[in-house]
Every structure is written in C-alpha cells, then in structure tokens.
T-cell receptor, first 111, second 114 residues
C-alpha cells in the first residue's frame, strides 16, 4: 500500500509561473484535503473534497484551484505563483469518522 | 472560527515524562488528534480521542481531555531522544462533510536532552 503519494517532493518556480501539485491515494478514501505549512502557523486548510466531483474552500483558498475527477486523485493548481505561496504543501485523505493520512509533502519555493 | 492553541517549545531530559498542552475553542469538536512531525517529514498520526471520552492510553502515550475547559494534553512517558519532533494538536468539527477539515495548532517543538 503506497498510502498518500505527493509529487514532486521539491519545486522551485518563478513568480507568475503555473504548476500543479499532484496527490494520489490508493486507499479508496472519500475525503481528501490540501494544507500548507508555514513556520509558527501550523497547517492551514486550502481546499478539501468529500468525494469525486465535490470540492470546497478551506481557510486559505485564494490563488489555488482544485478538482476531483476521480476518487484517487486530488491535484492542486497554482495559476500564477507568488512568493507568498512559498511553503510546504501536504495532501491528506481519510474515510468519514476516521483520522486523516498525510503524504510526505511538497516543498515549494517561489522566487 | 475555530482556533487551536499550543505552547511553542518544550524541553525535557531523557527518561522524564513530557506533557504537551493544547486548548481549542470549538465546542462542537468531535475528534481531537495528536500528530508528530520529524524534520523534513510528513505528519504521523500518534493518537486521537473522541469527544465523549476523558482519557485514552496507548503504550507510552496518554491523552487527557477536559471538555469543560476545552483542554487537551498529551503525556509521553519515559521520553526518549527519538521523541524529539514537532507535535501538533488538531480538531475536527462535527457534521458529515466537515470531517475533511482539520484545524491545527501551531505545533510544539519537543527537545529531549540526553
């Protein structure tokens, strides 16, 4: 079982570039979420999904888009990267009433 | 909105007990979690407690929940150097689709000295 797989592990972008952070899970979990981790601020929820075709905004959604076309995949898109989006991004998945399982993270730097 | 607060630092000697504290504001919290993060790694679930419980014990870990004061603690017995990490408290609100959302504290950096 691979669990939650995030790619890439590291990425450097220039301001204004776009990219997609990939997240895949093989546990058939209904719920998937994206968080960003910044020093001294814990993890903050960006977007989440309770099933294929259903997404909703979290605490810090601006500048990010998501879609959920399959149960397994939940990509996070940065349309026009800004230095403020430099962070570590974590994807998580779970079943209802169960704890979230986290991926190893994507470390993103925007110059 | 929901808020979760933790102290930022804790330093203990190897073999002592560690107690990491957390307070939360959402009285409708259903589950409360403790995650561990080692340097450069993802989050590892340590334990969690349902809101109708007062205590949960799992080997060296003891979780205490005081719902009246909205206070959660994690006690690590016989702390080892391998326990040095960041510990996050998180809460999940009640209600079906809300289970996809966790609110995290800032994290407590635990340093264990030999």
């Amino acid at each position: 079982n691979a669990g939650v797989t995030q790619t890439p592990k590291f990425q450097v972008l220039k301001t204004g570039q776009s990219m997609t952070l990939q997240c895949a899970q093989d546990m058939n979990h209904e719920y998937m979420s994206w968080y960003r981790q910044d020093p001294g601020m814990g993890l903050r929820l960006i977007h989440y999904s309770v099933g294929a075709g259903i997404t909703d905004q979290g605490e810090v959604p601006n500048g990010y888009n998501v879609s959920r076309s399959t149960t397994e995949d939940f990509p996070l898109r940065l349309l026009s990267a800004a230095p403020s989006q430099t962070s570590v991004y974590f994807c998580a998945s779970s079943r209802p009433n169960q704890p979230q399982h986290f991926g190893d993270g994507t470390r993103l730097s925007i110059l | 909105g929901e808020d979760v607060e933790q102290s930022l630092f804790l330093s203990v000697r190897e073999g002592d007990s560690s107690v990491i504290n957390c307070t939360y504001t959402d009285s409708s919290s259903t589950y409360l979690y403790w995650y561990k993060q080692e340097p450069g790694a993802g989050l590892q679930l340590l334990t969690y407690i349902f809101s109708n419980m007062d205590m949960k014990q799992d080997q060296r870990l003891t979780v205490l929940l005081n719902k009246k004061d909205k206070h959660l603690s994690l006690r690590i017995a016989d702390t080892q150097t391998g326990d040095s990490a960041i510990y996050f408290c998180a809460e999940s609100p009640s209600g079906g689709t809300s289970y996809g959302k966790l609110t995290f504290g800032q994290g407590t950096i635990l340093t264990v000295h030999p």
